[in-house]
C-alpha cells in the first residue's frame, strides 16, 4: 500500500481528543478491525456491498457523499490496510 495514507482529524473546535487516543498503534489496529466487523455485518446493499447506509458508513455530516460511499469499496480497502500492517 505504497502511497497510500490516512487522514485523522478531530472536527470539534478545540479537539475532543478522539484522535490522541487512537495514536497508539495497537488502539488504531482495534479500530481498524472494529470498522471491518462493522461493515461486513452491515447487509445493507447485499453481498456485493455497492451502497451504504446509517448503520456502516453514512451520517449526517457526510450526507453529501452518500452516494458514492459504497461498503464493499471500503471493506476492500481496510482488509489491504490490516493486512499491510
Not at 19 to 47: D, F, H, K, Y
Not at 49 to 76: D, M, V, W
Request: with cysteine; net charge positive.
Amino acid at each position: 500500500m505504497t502511497g497510500t495514507a490516512i487522514v485523522l482529524f478531530d472536527d470539534v473546535p478545540g479537539g475532543a481528543g478522539h484522535v490522541r487516543r487512537i495514536t497508539n498503534p495497537s488502539t488504531l489496529i482495534a479500530v481498524l478491525w472494529a470498522a471491518l466487523r462493522r461493515m461486513e455485518t452491515c447487509q445493507c446493499g447485499g453481498s456485493e456491498g455497492n451502497t451504504s447506509c446509517y448503520e456502516c458508513l453514512r451520517n449526517y455530516r457526510n450526507q453529501f457523499c452518500h452516494k458514492e460511499l459504497k461498503r464493499g469499496p471500503a471493506i476492500e480497502f481496510l482488509r489491504k490496510v490490516l493486512d499491510a500492517i
